[in-house]
Antibody, heavy 119, light 107 residues
Framework: EVQLVESGGGLVQPGGSLRLSCSASGFTFSRSAMHWVRQAPGKGLEYVSAISSNGGNTYYADSVKGRFTISRDNSKDTLYLQMSSLRTEDTAVYYCVKPSIAPGVSEYWGQGTLVTVSS | EIVMTQSPATLSVSPGERATLSCRASQSVSSNLAWYQQKPGQAPRLLIY???TRATGIPARFSGSGSGTEFTLTISGLQSEDFAVYYC?????????FGQGTKLEIK
């Protein structure tokens, strides 16, 4: 069974930094691209970032480019999202997502971790 | 960036009836279109991919159609557990983008 467990969310002041982690199990992590998707309170869904299976290719939404960094440790089956220069509009639940079937088809989701950016 | 537009924003339908949800892309996404269901406090669940293929375990009352820029999700014989928010999403080009959602509520 595929399991994705996010951690690292919390309250941070504007301009601050936070690192999210996603621990994966139930599949061969090193063979799977991975994504981060977020959802602001009461709002819709937004793809934030994606990374290829070996970490060699990364993608970012324009809204986070230059501020967020996606990475992975295949020896630990863990995905990361380093967030810096955080803004109030980054407040959201952040989901770790495993695409399958086809690139960008998000079949497996974690439970999400809440990031709140506020002074 | 491809903009996805869903209509209507809210749809009120009685249990047992059919619901038809629409999604339009600002440019062609071929058949690279997925539909998700989200209930309060839960992560989204994949329903449909490739515009018309049901994901594993999804009941046959859910069907998808369309290609290019116009897509439809049809739910036949609505059951109580189907009332939720539905999102379309294109996976043709990065950044992958979602529609703003359609809330399906009980009439």
């Amino acid at each position: 069974e595929v399991q994705l467990v996010e951690s690292g969310g919390g309250l941070v002041q504007p301009g601050g930094s936070l690192r999210l982690s996603c621990s994966a199990s139930g599949f061969t992590f090193s063979r799977s691209a991975m994504h981060w998707v977020r959802q602001a309170p009461g709002k819709g869904l937004e793809y934030v970032s994606a990374i290829s299976s070996n970490g060699g290719n990364t993608y970012y939404a324009d809204s986070v480019k230059g501020r967020f960094t996606i990475s992975r440790d295949n020896s630990k089956d863990t995905l990361y999202l380093q967030m810096s220069s955080l803004r109030t509009e980054d407040t959201a639940v952040y989901y770790c997502v495993k695409p399958s079937i086809a690139p960008g088809v998000s079949e497996y989701w974690g439970q999400g971790t809440l990031v709140t950016v506020s002074s | 960036e491809i903009v996805m537009t869903q209509s209507p924003a809210t749809l009120s339908v009685s249990p047992g009836e059919r619901a038809t949800l629409s999604c339009r892309a600002s440019q062609s996404v071929s058949s690279n279109l997925a539909w998700y269901q989200q209930k309060p406090g839960q992560a989204p669940r994949l329903l449909i991919y490739g515009a018309s293929t049901r994901a594993t375990g999804i009941p046959a009352r859910f069907s998808g159609s369309g290609s290019g820029t116009e897509f439809t999700l049809t739910i036949s014989g609505l059951q109580s557990e189907d009332f939720a928010v539905y999102y379309c999403q294109q996976n043709n080009n990065w950044p992958y983008t979602f529609g703003q959602g359609t809330k399906l509520e009980i009439k």
